[in-house]
């Protein structure tokens, strides 16, 4: 799997728990464990794909940008996990956070597979693109367990 099938596995991810949020966003004994899933799953996302892929397109100058661009991204995301996990589960700060975090996830999804990917497949050797993936996959799993262990 090469750096871009696996990024594109966990996307495919986020989005089916975005969509199982919504859907069981009524039912307090469903929509709890699925935003902490979700919660997991982007922490550990952003944090293995800022490592293993951000990080080699902030070393090229056409990349830069757009490499800032989605980390500044990753950061507004966990400010409205955050927000929701200070706010009373159900309540209406929570339940229009949880709207505008979907809404925010399937918006960078799109720009990084539309506009990011794109960019990087020119800068990144094909070597580099099969070199990174199975260390994103490794980091990803690891920073999942570690999220499920600090989980309360
Ligand atoms: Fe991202
Ligand atoms: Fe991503």
């Given at each position: 799997m090469d750096i871009f099938e696996a990024l594109l596995k966990s996307h495919e991810t986020q989005r089916a728990l975005c969509a199982r949020l919504l859907a069981a966003i009524g039912d307090p004994a469903q929509r709890k464990p699925i935003f902490q899933e979700l919660k997991n799953e982007l922490a550990a996302h952003e944090t293995a794909e800022e490592r293993m892929f951000y990080v080699p397109l902030i070393a090229h100058d056409e990349t830069v940008d757009a490499a800032r661009h989605g980390i500044a991204e990753h950061h507004e995301m966990d400010e409205m996990v955050e927000e929701m996990e200070k706010?009373?589960?159900?309540s209406a700060e929570w339940l229009e956070t949880a709207g505008k975090l979907v809404h925010k996830i399937e918006h960078h999804l799109t720009e990084e597979e539309e506009k990011f990917f794109p960019q990087a497949r020119e800068v990144l050797s094909r070597a580099q693109q099969k070199e990174l993936g199975r260390p994103y996959q490794k980091e990803h799993e690891r920073l999942q367990a570690k999220e499920e262990q600090e989980q309360p």
């Open positions: 706010a009373d589960d159900g």
